[in-house]
């Protein structure tokens, strides 16, 4: 029998996700799975891809009903998690998918999300300089945002070795449907999605902070384009030399330097750019550099699964982290294609 794991918020896109990964992990188990509206429902009706946890019923979100899992993953609404966590044994290690808890300024948690400071807890990017060894001792974590996981591992290298500005990085990210949650909502309907793009949050959203923070940058302008196909994220990140001359060779040896022997980071040969599609049903993020031949500005394009890498990927990557497991337990780093 392996540990026991519990996912609230079983029913939405994300919870669906990590309970796919959770069904084949090597050491853990499937335990109690909770949701909202779709209570009392089997999985199998919620979630038809799930055949193996098909005949599992969807219980109501409570943290009596999670007391007793090894480790809880918390795939809730924003504003939701902080008191569901709160509720829980004070030695049960949770991951929380949301925002509750990535933010360390209350300042900023009140310009973006609204209400009380939750608290920060450990941040969950194990790529990060030093982070890996701080969530394997945590029993609190908060993943990462989609937008910012894909950012962040583009542009934080290239601030720690001082090869670009802190001021003036902008971002521009491209975000499939699922990014948004399972909630139904007129501007997601099939109809209103295919054939188009469209800009949304623009100059202010909410994974901002979150990047600031992560990386050293000091400002970043971020926009997200809604994109008509289910999940993934193509970030093309840009910043400013921070001296002359500066080429793409040397871009790509930092992030490759950065990321050597990481399971899930892969810098691409040169000539060869991030694809979404390449990333699919996977914990790999795909990156690639060049220099703007007429601004000089440093270019890192960025792809990854916003449901995988993004979210519930992650998430196991850090529960196995925190739980002592191999870190690559139950996740991948090939993609699903065509």
């Given at each position: 029998m392996g540990l026991t794991v519990g996912v609230a918020g079983a029913s939405g896109y994300?919870?669906?996700?990590l309970l796919r990964l959770l069904s084949a992990h090597p050491d853990l188990e499937v335990g109690v799975v909770t949701a909202h509206a779709s209570v009392g429902e089997p999985l199998g009706a919620v979630h038809p891809q799930l055949s193996s946890l098909a005949d599992r019923v969807l219980e109501p979100t409570s943290a009596g009903a999670l007391a007793g899992a090894d480790l809880v993953f918390l795939a809730l609404p924003h504003g939701q998690s902080?008191?569901?966590?709160?509720?829980?044994?004070?030695?049960?290690?949770?991951?929380d998918l949301g925002a509750d808890h990535r933010l360390v300024d209350p300042a900023a948690w009140a310009r973006?999300?609204?209400?009380?400071?939750?608290?920060?807890?450990?941040?969950?990017?194990p790529e990060l300089p030093g982070q890996r060894d701080e969530i394997a001792a945590?029993?609190?974590?908060?993943?990462?945002g989609c937008y910012a996981v894909a950012v962040i591992l583009a542009l934080a290298p290239l601030l720690a070795a001082g090869l670009v500005e802190p001021d003036d990085v902008v971002a521009v990210a491209a975000s499939g449907t699922s990014g948004a949650g399972r909630a139904p909502a007129a501007h997601l309907l099939g109809s209103e999605v295919m054939s188009d793009l469209s800009p949304y949050r623009v100059g202010a959203h909410q994974h901002v902070p979150e990047i600031?923070?992560?990386t050293g940058a000091r400002s970043l302008s971020l926009t997200p384009v809604l994109a008509p196909l289910p999940r993934g994220i193509l970030a093309t990140v840009t910043a400013r030399p921070a001296r002359p001359g500066l080429d793409a060779d040397e871009v790509r040896a930092a992030l490759a330097g950065a990321y050597a022997g990481e399971p899930f980071v892969r810098v691409l040969?040169?000539?060869?750019?991030?694809?979404?599609?390449?990333?699919?049903?996977s914990n790999a993020a795909h990156l690639q550099a060049a220099v703007d031949a007429s601004s000089g500005r440093v270019i890192v394009c960025s792809a990854i699964d916003n449901l995988?890498?993004?979210?519930?990927g992650q998430a196991v990557q850090c529960a196995n982290l925190m739980l002592g497991l191999p870190e690559t337990g139950?996740?991948?780093?090939?993609?699903?294609?065509?």
């Open positions: 994300a919870g669906g996700e902080a008191a569901l966590a709160a509720g829980l044994p004070a030695g049960t290690p949770v991951v973006h999300y609204g209400g009380p400071h939750p608290g920060a807890w450990t941040y969950g990017l945590s029993g609190r974590v908060a993943a990462t600031l923070q992560a040969p040169a000539g060869q750019w991030p694809h979404t599609a390449a990333t699919l049903g995988g890498k993004g979210a519930a139950g996740l991948t780093a090939d993609g699903v294609a065509p």
